[in-house]
Structures are given as C-alpha cells and as structure tokens.
C-alpha cells in the first residue's frame, strides 16, 4: 500500500484492475519496472481468484517427440540434429506404439506431441503419427503440432494452412499446442528463428484452427534478446486475436533454458523474472481464463509459488519432457499426480484434475 500512495501510475493500474480496465502496453512496461513484485502479485492473485477461484489444474499426459530431425536453425534450440547426425532418429509407426506401451498408464488422458520440422519424411508422416495413436488410444486427446509446424507442413505439401489443419482433424487432431510463438516481434523471429514461420503465420494458424472449432494454447518464450516491451507486444497480439475468436484456452510463459544443465545462475532467467512475467501475464491477458505455471521450466518450488501469482494451472505429468531438458533444465522429466497434488494442496488451493479443455475429472 506504500508504493500505491507513493506511485501514481500504479495507483492507476490497481484502480484500472480492481474496475476490470484492460491494460495498456505502457501499464505494462511500469509493472516490470516497479521494485514491488508483490503488489504485482496482488493484484494478479485477485484476478485470477476472480476467474478460478481457489481452484488449480493439472493433467496427466504425455510428451511424444516424433523426430528430432530438423530443417530450422533456432538459436534457442538443443534438441534438433540433422538427418545424418549422431542422435538423430525419426519414429517408425511400431516405435511409436512401442514408446508410447512402455510408458502408458490408464490415467493418462493427453498425448502433447511436437518435434523437429523434418523435411526429410512427407506430410503423411504427421498424419499417419496422429492417425495411428487415435486408432490404439481412442479416448486420448491429441494435442498435435504448433503453429510454426501447420506452416512447415503447408510448405512440404503443397496445401494451403487451412488444408492442412483440416487433413490433421480428419486424422484425429483435436487441439494444436502453443509452442512455436516464441516471442511475435519480427525482429525477435528474424534474430533467432529465421527459418520458422513469422508472427502473422503463427497468428494465422491458430485463427484457421479456432475457425475450425479447435481451441488451442499460446506460449511466450522469454529471456533471451528479447525486450520487456517485446514480451507484452507478444501479449497483445495475443489478446488481440483472443478478442476476435476466443480460442486460446490457456497461455504459458516459458523461461528459455540454458545449453546445460551445469549453466550458472547467470545464463537462466531469475526467480524474481519468473514470477514477475507470470503475474504480469495474468494482468494483460484479460481475456484468456488461465496462465499456466510450467514446472519444467522454473521448478516445482516456484510453481508453487507461481499459484498466488496469478497462475491457475501446473500443467501435468508429462511422463518423459525432452525439449527442455535438452537445453538445460534442471527438473526431472517427470511428475507424479500425488505429487502435483500436494504441490497444489501446500500453495492452500483446490487441486483440480482435468482433460485437455478443462473439464473437471475430478476433485481432490
């Protein structure tokens, strides 16, 4: 209440919050600069409370990464070989069954599935992975290929973005992941992914989808090159094409992660970074009902803490993560549901186990 009486601006901002006044960009630039984080925090717990309640979401799933074979030259990126690189593999369909048998159980209810743009295997290949795991798992939701990945694969095909995402919800496709967004500046993309679909493909996919009947997730890689001002530009690309189709079911700040896991303190993004950007995406994103806290990237710890900062949601179980730990993270590859649970339960919230589009499973 101190800096309220003492900053004018950000009196401003909690009178703005407390009316339900969207945000400007310059709001945002002063919440990233204020000293206090915890008036922040604040006030995105009080608009998430608002949204959710006392509730947070979890669900059990699993990560299939399809190949790691890669025609794109991201600098974020330590999961990519090239075909004939040691390391590289591309999935037959029977090793797809088989990696998917060893770590199946019944509680799993989401494959999360996205991999290198290998230009090396046809459009067919994408298709025949959903295909085949709708056929062995029925009752899974697939939630199948970024935006980045529609634009590789309308590319390779020869077919329009639309085109493409129709063939994949005739092969069983039911929601398309947010990864892929990075950051929406050209600037940033031209930088760090030039070879990667621009801001308006990203956008585009993910308005194609929606208008298809897909609801979908967004993400915002930070703590690279990028500015303050780029991560809420980012933002409000988002809640703009939010405003027009309401499609985005979830958004999820993730923490670039360092080329090792050895990496010092100085090449991660800080505790103090992590919880700023979650608790400043629950005040911008007025318009999407949750902001997820992704535990492989910041640890289970600040996850934790990430639930009075505004976050609603710790994503799952994930069963086995590569991306990440392929670049650095520290946080093992997986999660029990028991210790999800009391992860929720020690923040004092509700843990809410759900499917992909949340829906309540169940109660604890």
């Avoid at 998917?100 to 494959?111: K, Q, Y």
């Avoid at 980045?148 to 992941?177: C, H, N, Q, W, Y």
């Avoid at 009902?289 to 710790?314: E, P, R």
Wanted: hydrophobic share 35%; proline share 2%; with cysteine.
């Amino acid at each position: 209440m101190t800096t309220l009486l003492l900053d004018k601006k950000m009196q401003e901002i909690w009178e703005k919050v407390l009316v339900g006044e969207r945000l400007s960009i310059e709001d945002g630039l002063h919440l990233f600069e204020t000293q206090d984080l915890l008036t922040v925090a604040q006030l995105a717990n009080h608009v998430n409370e608002k949204k959710n309640g006392n509730k947070v979401y979890f669900i059990e799933n699993m990560y299939i990464n399809p190949t790691n074979v890669c025609e794109a030259t991201c600098s974020f990126c330590h999961f990519k070989r090239k075909e004939d690189e040691e390391g590289a593999y591309t999935m037959s369909m029977d090793e797809l069954l088989h990696y998917v048998e060893h770590r199946w159980n019944d509680n799993i209810r989401e494959f999360h599935i996205v991999g290198g743009h290998n230009d090396q295997v046809p459009f067919d290949y994408y298709l025949n992975t959903i295909r085949t795991l709708k056929k062995h798992y029925p009752t899974c939701t697939i939630k199948a290929y970024t935006g980045a990945e529609i634009e590789f694969f309308s590319r390779i095909s020869g077919l329009s973005m639309e085109d493409v995402l129709k063939e994949l919800i005739k092969a069983g496709l039911d929601t398309l992941p947010g990864g892929g967004a990075e950051i929406l500046t050209e600037r940033y993309r031209l930088k760090m992914s030039p070879d990667k679909a621009s801001t308006d493909q990203w956008l585009y996919a993910h308005e194609l989808a929606h208008g298809l009947g897909l609801k979908t997730h967004a993400t915002m890689l930070y703590g690279s090159i990028e500015s303050t001002e780029e991560r809420l530009i980012h933002m409000d690309r988002l809640r703009q094409l939010q405003d027009k189709t309401n499609g985005f079911m979830v958004f999820i700040p993730l923490a670039v992660q360092p080329k090792s896991v050895n990496a010092s303190i100085k090449r991660r993004t800080s505790a103090y970074d992590d919880m700023r950007t979650l608790a400043i995406s629950r005040l911008m994103l007025d318009n999407f009902d949750h902001i997820k806290a992704y535990w492989i990237n910041i640890g289970v710890q600040l996850t934790q803490m990430a639930l009075t900062f505004g976050s609603s949601d710790i994503h799952g179980t994930l069963i086995e993560e590569r991306i990440s730990h392929s670049a650095g993270a520290t946080t093992s590859q997986g999660i029990t549901r028991d210790e999800l649970i009391h992860l929720i339960k020690g923040a004092n919230k509700k843990p809410i186990e759900r499917d992909t589009f949340y829906n309540i499973i169940k109660e604890y």
